[in-house]
C-alpha cells in the first residue's frame, strides 16, 4: 500500500496531452509506482504494462543499473552547459551511439524528445543544402499515417489529420505524402513481413516528376509505422526508397523514435531492413524512458558541411538548454549496458514470433477487422461504431485498464500492445487473454 500523499487530491490543474481531460477526471487512471512489466496504482493494485511504458520503456521499468546511475550522476554533475562546453558522459554516449547505429552515421546531436528530434533533423537537412549553395531545395516528402511528433516541423510532416487540425499553416513545403506500404485487402492478419513494395515506394519518382527532385530536402519515414497503427516496411521498399532519394541528391532521414533500441529486434530497424539512410531520429528507448532524451544521428559528410570558416564561426545555429544533459547520458549509457548485458535486441527477436502467434490467435474475436504485428509491436483493428470513430477504442483502454489491470495504448479504434523486451511467454498471454476479455465486452 502506497502512502495517502501519493494520492491526487487536485485533478482541476493538470492538462493531460492526448486525453479526453473530462472523462479522465471522473474516474482517473493513477499509476503510482512501477516495476519490471508492472505499474501500481495508489491503491495498491498491480497492472501488467502492454505498452513498455509509451513505446519507450524496452528493458522494463526502474531498472537497478540505470536508477543508479541517474542517482550517481545527480550527485556528481547535475548539469553543465552545452552551449561551448561538454561532459565526459556525453561524449562516450555519443561515441557509444555512432557504434552501435548503421556504418557512416558517424555523428549524433540530442536534443529532448522525438519532436524535437525530427524539427533537428528537418533543420539540418535545409542547412545542409544551404551550406552547398542548392538553397532551392527545401520540401520534405514524408507519409500517410505517420507521426513525427508535435512540434511544428514534425507536426507538418505528420499524416494524422487530427493532429494538424486548427494548428495551421503548416510549415511550408511539406504537403507531399506518399501512401503506406500496405493493401487491406490483400494484407490483413499477414503472419511474416510482406514481400516486395517497390511500388509504394515508386511514388516519390512521381513527386520528384511532379515538382523537381531537385525542389526536395529529404524524405522522412518510420520504418514502422507506429502510433498510425502498426504497418511495416515491405522488404523491398526501403531500399527502392533510397534508390530513388539518391537518384535526385535527396537525403532519406527514417524516424526511429520507436523502432530504435530492440523493438525490431535490432538497434535501428536500417539493420533489420538493410538500409542506410541519411540521418536517424531516435528518443524513447535510449533512456529506457527513464530521463527525457532524443537525438539525430547523421551521415559525416552532413556534419562537415556546416564546419564554419573560422575559428569563432559556429557550425549549427540549433541546440537546447538540455541537449545532452547529464542525467540523461548517464541514463543513456546503463540503459545501453544493459541492452547489450542481457541480450535484450535478440531476446526480441526470439520473442517476435510467439508474439504475433498470439496476437493473431484474436483474429476472430467481436470486431476485430485485422491484425498486423512487427517486432513487438502489434495493431488490433477494430470496426468503429458508425458515426462514432474512435468511441470504441477508447472504451477498449478504460475497460483494459480497470477490468483486466492492463494499461494498452489505442490509435482510434485500433489497440495496440507494445510488449517491453524482457516480457515473459505468460505476460504476453496475459495481455492477449486480457484484450480477448475486453473486446467480448465492447459495444
Ligand atoms: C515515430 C515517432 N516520432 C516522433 C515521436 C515524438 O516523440 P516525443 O513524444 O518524444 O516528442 C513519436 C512519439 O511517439 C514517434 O512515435
Not at 495498491?44 to 504494462?49: F, N, T
Not at 545542409?128 to 507519409?143: D, E, H, I, P, W
Not at 511550408?172 to 490483413?188: A, K, N, Q, V, W
Request: aromatic residues 10%; glycine residues 10%; hydrophobic residues 40%.
Amino acid at each position: 500500500m502506497l502512502e495517502t500523499s501519493a494520492l491526487p487530491n487536485d485533478l482541476q490543474a493538470y492538462w493531460l496531452p492526448f486525453t479526453p481531460n473530462r472523462d479522465f477526471k471522473k474516474r482517473p487512471r493513477i499509476l503510482a509506482k512501477a516495476e519490471g512489466m508492472y505499474y501500481w496504482d495508489s491503491e495498491g493494485r498491480k497492472i501488467l504494462d502492454a505498452i513498455s511504458g509509451l513505446w519507450c520503456v524496452n528493458a522494463g521499468h526502474a531498472k537497478r543499473p540505470i536508477v543508479d546511475a541517474i542517482r550517481a550522476q545527480a550527485s556528481q554533475l547535475d548539469y553543465a552547459p552545452s552551449f561551448h562546453f561538454a561532459h565526459p558522459k556525453v561524449l562516450t554516449l555519443a561515441s557509444r551511439l555512432c557504434a552501435l547505429g548503421p556504418k557512416g552515421l558517424d555523428n549524433v546531436f540530442f536534443c529532448n524528445s522525438g519532436s524535437e528530434a525530427a524539427d533537428t533533423a528537418m533543420k539540418i537537412a535545409r542547412g545542409y543544402f544551404s551550406a552547398l549553395g542548392q538553397t532551392g531545395r527545401y520540401r520534405f516528402v514524408s507519409r500517410a499515417r505517420s507521426y513525427h511528433g508535435v512540434n511544428f516541423g514534425g507536426m507538418s510532416l505528420g499524416g494524422l489529420p487530427n493532429n494538424q487540425k486548427g494548428f495551421g499553416p503548416l510549415v511550408p513545403g511539406t504537403e507531399h505524402r506518399l501512401s503506406i506500404p500496405y493493401d487491406p485487402e490483400r494484407d490483413r492478419f499477414s503472419r511474416q513481413d510482406l514481400e516486395g513494395g517497390e511500388n509504394y515506394a515508386d511514388e516519390l519518382q512521381a513527386i520528384c516528376a511532379d515538382v523537381g527532385g531537385d525542389t526536395i530536402a529529404a524524405v522522412v519515414v518510420e520504418p514502422m509505422t507506429g502510433s498510425g497503427g502498426v504497418y511495416g516496411s515491405p522488404k523491398n521498399y526501403l531500399s527502392r526508397l533510397k534508390e530513388i532519394c539518391d537518384r535526385h541528391g535527396i537525403l532519406l532521414v527514417f524516424d526511429e523514435v520507436i523502432t530504435g533500441f530492440g523493438r525490431l529486434g535490432y538497434a535501428f530497424a536500417a539493420e533489420r531492413y538493410n538500409v542506410v539512410p541519411d540521418m536517424i531520429t531516435f528518443a524513447k528507448g535510449i533512456t529506457n524512458g527513464a530521463v527525457p532524451m532524443g537525438g539525430v544521428l547523421v551521415k559525416s559528410a552532413i556534419y562537415q558541411a556546416f564546419e564554419p570558416k573560422s575559428e569563432y564561426g559556429i557550425d549549427l545555429f540549433h541546440g537546447y538548454t538540455y541537449t545532452g544533459h547529464p542525467l540523461a547520458a548517464a541514463a543513456g549509457l546503463a540503459t545501453l549496458d544493459v541492452y547489450r548485458d542481457e541480450g535484450l535486441f535478440e531476446r526480441a527477436r526470439a520473442l517476435e514470433p510467439k508474439f504475433r502467434d498470439a496476437v493473431l490467435s484474436l483474429k476472430n474475436a467481436p470486431h476485430v477487422v485485422d491484425i498486423r504485428s512487427v517486432g513487438l509491436a502489434a495493431a488490433i483493428e477494430l470496426e468503429p461504431i458508425a458515426g462514432l470513430p474512435g468511441k470504441r477504442g477508447y472504451e477498449a483502454l478504460t475497460r483494459a485498464f480497470f477490468d483486466e489491470d492492463m494499461v494498452v495504448r489505442i490509435s482510434g479504434d485500433t489497440v495496440v500492445l507494445i510488449p517491453s523486451l524482457i516480457a515473459s511467454d505468460t505476460e504476453i498471454a496475459r495481455m492477449v487473454e486480457g484484450v480477448d476479455a475486453v473486446l467480448a465486452k465492447l459495444n
